[in-house]
């Protein structure tokens, strides 16, 4: 798998747009535009800030296995409660959550 190819798999397993991935990691929308659509390699600087905005490191990105994220012991906690909840209730969640950390950078 190619680079552009493994990033645009990570975005999309994480349901993340293309503006998300831009607000989360700090790069330009139209710089992220042009990777997925033209398949422009980014640097190794916005590769690592991706990997961050996406929760991998970039020794997990170019892993040839199966990533998986390390947590702290209360992400876990959050994740495994977030699972056992109803998709209606995943999507409140996820608006809070969104709303919250919005509200944080303005």
């Given at each position: 798998?190619?680079?552009?190819?493994?990033?645009?798999?990570?975005?999309?397993?994480?349901?993340?747009?293309?503006?998300?991935?831009?607000?989360?990691?700090?790069?330009?929308?139209?710089?992220?535009?042009?990777?997925?659509?033209?398949?422009?390699?980014?640097?190794?600087?916005?590769?690592?800030?991706?990997?961050?905005?996406?929760?991998?490191?970039?020794?997990?990105?170019?892993?040839?296995?199966?990533?998986?994220?390390?947590?702290?012991?209360?992400?876990?906690?959050?994740?495994?409660?977030?699972?056992r909840l109803p998709e209606s209730v995943k999507s409140s969640v996820n608006n809070?959550?969104?709303?919250?950390?919005?509200?944080?950078?303005?």
């Amino acid at each position: 798998m190619n680079i552009i190819e493994k990033l645009n798999k990570l975005r999309l397993e994480r349901n993340m747009s293309v503006y998300r991935l831009a607000e989360l990691s700090g790069i330009n929308q139209s710089t992220l535009a042009n990777t997925f659509s033209r398949g422009t390699i980014p640097s190794i600087v916005h590769l690592d800030m991706m990997c961050k905005a996406m929760g991998i490191t970039l020794a997990q990105f170019f892993n040839e296995g199966e990533i998986s994220v390390c947590l702290t012991p209360e992400e876990a906690e959050f994740f495994d409660d977030y699972k056992r909840l109803p998709e209606s209730v995943k999507s409140s969640v996820n608006n809070i959550v969104s709303a919250v950390a919005n509200h944080d950078r303005g």
